[in-house]
């Protein structure tokens, strides 16, 4: 009897322990719901309250109008850091997901713009991705310093071409005028422009190619000489390369370099430059004997010295044959009717050259 009431005790004290247990439980996964729902309520709430206070103006009643610039090949996160240091936008963090979630930040444009800090994202993003206040303009490989006055002045910019052409010489910035596509405010002056040139110059070269300009053994002119008659006579980069080594081997034996590129140049300078003719043959093709013989100093067949200035304006391929030059056995080189180049050791293989493809 003693041991049925003792068994009877053990099964109700193990029920109880499992009905206190499983409350305990179930007052335990309230709390952390009730906690869970609580912290997602509050980060909704704190999200809503995020996004629309960066949706909305930095400063809704400013008049400020500030001149901002997007350079090309900036990322989405450099331009939203530029965007609030400038006091734009207020989250760059917000403003790079807005851009994304409305598939605008693929469509932002590098460019001038003219933006306040009482425009909201939506209308500085719009602005972003509408067009700048500048005129685009590409500088192409090979242009004389006139060339490109001309091209600026057909792009609607008010250049004065004796004016242009006497600050490129006062300046030796022919060589200097780096090919590459611009934007320019479509107000720019000719001081504003030649500054943005010569900004990009610098980033892309002086500072670009420093330590291969340096170990080159070159001035900075040297190079750009060369580069200029690299660019003129040779079309692809193998070809420059070899072009590169042939006009430095014949420079420190003390060649004439003759470069046809060169003999074009002098011929310009004497019949276009002083009229100024924008309808002028700046690069004329087929020279004659007396072409070759023309008293200039930019005649490599009289001289054997690098002309006194570039002939055109390089573009970053010729410069870099010209610090990375291929040396070959050939001493002559000629560019056929179709552009194709070919080589020769002796007088009587560039001889033969001649005979076969410019005869």
């Known amino acids: 009897m003693i041991q049925r009431k003792k068994l009877i005790a053990g099964r109700f004290l193990k029920r109880f322990k499992k009905i206190s247990f499983s409350s305990g439980m179930k007052k335990h996964s309230w709390f952390i719901g009730s906690s869970f729902l609580v912290f997602l309520i509050a980060s909704v709430l704190?999200?809503?309250?995020?996004?629309?206070?960066?949706?909305?103006p930095v400063e809704g009643d400013s008049s400020v109008r500030l001149d901002f610039v997007i350079e090309k090949g900036e990322t989405l996160s450099e331009i939203a850091a530029d965007l609030r240091r400038a006091g734009l936008i207020k989250s760059p963090l917000h403003f790079k997901v807005y851009t994304f979630l409305t598939g605008t930040a693929k469509k932002i444009q590098a460019g001038r713009f003219s933006l306040s800090p009482s425009m909201s994202t939506a209308e500085i993003s719009q602005l972003?991705?509408?067009?700048?206040?500048?005129?685009?303009?590409?500088?192409?490989?090979?242009?004389?310093?006139?060339?490109?006055?001309?091209?600026?002045?057909?792009s609607g910019f008010a250049i004065n071409p004796q004016e242009w052409q006497q600050t490129i010489e006062a300046q030796g910035l022919e060589g200097k005028l780096f090919p590459d596509t611009y934007l320019f405010p479509k107000s720019a002056t000719?001081?504003?422009?030649?500054?943005?040139i010569a900004k990009n110059f610098n980033?892309?070269?002086?500072?670009?190619?420093?330590?291969?300009?340096?170990?080159?053994g070159l001035t900075l002119d040297e190079i750009l000489t060369l580069a200029s008659i690299v660019e003129r006579e040779a079309q692809t980069e193998t070809d420059r390369q070899i072009v590169a080594g042939i006009l430095l081997k014949r420079l420190n034996h003390q060649w004439p370099l003759q470069a046809d590129a060169t003999v074009q140049y002098a011929l310009a300078e004497a019949h276009c430059k002083k009229a100024y003719d924008a309808q002028c043959d700046w690069w004329p093709r087929v020279l004659t004997k007396n072409d070759l013989a023309v008293q200039s100093a930019y005649n490599?067949?009289?001289?054997?010295?690098?002309?006194?200035?570039?002939?055109?304006n390089p573009g970053l391929s010729a410069i870099k044959a010209v610090l990375n030059p291929q040396k070959t056995v050939y001493w002559y080189y000629l560019s056929d009717k179709n552009g194709f180049m070919h080589y020769a050791q002796t007088d009587e293989e560039q001889a033969a050259n001649i005979q076969k493809y410019l005869r």
């Open 46 to 56: 704190g999200a809503t309250f995020w996004w629309s206070n960066n949706l909305r």
């Open 300 to 312: 490599t067949y009289a001289r054997r010295q690098l002309p006194p200035t570039p002939i055109c």
């Open 203 to 216: 980033k892309r070269v002086v500072l670009g190619l420093e330590k291969e300009i340096k170990a080159s």
């Open 128 to 154: 972003l991705i509408k067009g700048s206040n500048d005129q685009r303009v590409t500088i192409l490989e090979g242009l004389r310093q006139e060339q490109i006055a001309e091209q600026l002045i057909k």
């Open 190 to 196: 000719q001081d504003q422009i030649l500054a943005i």
